[in-house]
Structure formats: structure tokens, C-alpha cells
């Protein structure tokens, strides 16, 4: 039997955030990873560019992207274990995070123009 899909049952705007964080902890730019504990800080989430944002060397629609500013989205991913931090300084993605596959990848991040 296949995983079940979303098995934590975030929302669209969690799983929408959740996709971006990935993203960020890619990039050592952005992020920095615990190899003694496998999370990932992310030490920089970037500001809005007009109708997007640069996320590592992608980027998403600013309408996508509004759970990172959200402390009701951190705070629900810190619930199921998938991130946690102090709002709004610092976020730190488990490796549960990290692996969850939120299936939006493809349809929410876009290779950079410039």
C-alpha cells in the first residue's frame, strides 16, 4: 500500500510554507544544517520582490508565500513536529520536515528569470 498522501493533514497554506522552507534549507545561503541533530536553521527568509519571492535558486508567487510571515503557520508546524523556532527570528525544520512531501514542489516554485 502506497504512504498515504498528507498524512498530517496540513493545510494549504502549511503546505505551502512547509514546501518553501524546504527549499530554503537546500540552499547553504539561506540555511545551516545540525549534522549531530539533522535539522536544518534557516537563517534567512527573504523579503517580497514585487509579485515573488527568490527561495534558494527558485522562486514562488508572493501569494504562495504568506505563511512564512504567518505565527499561526510556524506554530502549527511546530504542533506536528515538522519545524519549531521563535517566531518571527528563527525556524529550524526537523528532519520530519525536511522529508514530509507536500507535492506542491513543482507547482509552487519556478526557475529563477533573473
Do not use: C
Amino acid at each position: 500500500m502506497p504512504p498515504k498522501k498528507n498524512p498530517l493533514k496540513l493545510n494549504a497554506l502549511q503546505l505551502k510554507t512547509l514546501t518553501l522552507l524546504q527549499e530554503l534549507a537546500r540552499d547553504p545561503r539561506t540555511s545551516s544544517k545540525s549534522e549531530e541533530t539533522g535539522e536544518v536553521l534557516i537563517t534567512l527568509i527573504p523579503q517580497l520582490h514585487g509579485n515573488h519571492i527568490h527561495v534558494g535558486r527558485r522562486v514562488a508567487m508572493a501569494k504562495d508565500a504568506s505563511g512564512l510571515w504567518n505565527e499561526a503557520v510556524w506554530n502549527a508546524l511546530a504542533r506536528k513536529g515538522l519545524a519549531f523556532g521563535t517566531y518571527p527570528v528563527a525556524i529550524r525544520l526537523t528532519p520530519g520536515g525536511l522529508a514530509y512531501d507536500t507535492g506542491l514542489s513543482d507547482s509552487i516554485l519556478y526557475g529563477s528569470d533573473h
